[in-house]
């Protein structure tokens, strides 16, 4: 039990960091939509799209260094390109569900396209995850993961602790 109590709490922390990258990918990607909405004449599909992408960027440099900062870092060029495949597959849902409001049902007032944003990222955000920690940002194998926490506790027993300084 305690095996499968450790990796469910490894999954939640996951989720969790995930969630808060996904949150500040989010708020970029609904700032930057906005406002080419508001300030210029770009179609409300297009300005999404440069939107989504600039919040793919935001989101690269947190998922690969706070969310899966421990993952297998040996493949950066093979991991880069699925991101921006997966991310690409993510964009497409995400401006789908906008295009498909729009287009598909007249629904294009500021606060119709906003609530339609929220379900596009919401269904690209359920792919994303699922996608990104199954084929972008592997786990180590187990063995690699525990000699990695290994010499982690070395590291730190090694370091001179604040009461060490103290006294």
Do not use: C
Request: net charge positive.
């Amino acid at each position: 039990m305690g095996q499968g109590s450790s990796g469910l709490r490894r999954l939640v922390q996951e989720i969790a960091k995930f969630g808060a990258v996904g949150a500040l990918g989010t708020v970029v990607n609904f700032g930057v939509s906005n406002l080419l909405w508001h300030l210029t004449t770009l179609q409300a599909v297009r300005a999404n799209v440069i939107a989504t992408v600039v919040a793919i960027g935001v989101n690269y440099l947190g998922f690969r260094y706070f969310t899966y900062r421990d993952r297998d870092k040996g493949a950066r060029t093979k991991e880069l390109t699925l991101f921006l495949a997966f991310s690409l597959v993510g964009l497409v849902i995400e401006n789908g569900v906008l295009y498909a409001a729009i287009y598909g049902f007249g629904w294009d007032s500021s606060l119709q396209r906003n609530i339609f944003k929220v379900v596009g990222i919401g269904l690209g955000t359920l792919f994303r995850f699922w996608s990104y920690r199954t084929w972008v940002f592997k786990a180590l194998p187990v063995a690699d993961a525990e000699a990695l926490l290994e010499v982690e506790a070395m590291k730190r027993s090694l370091s001179p602790t604040a009461e060490q300084h103290a006294g």
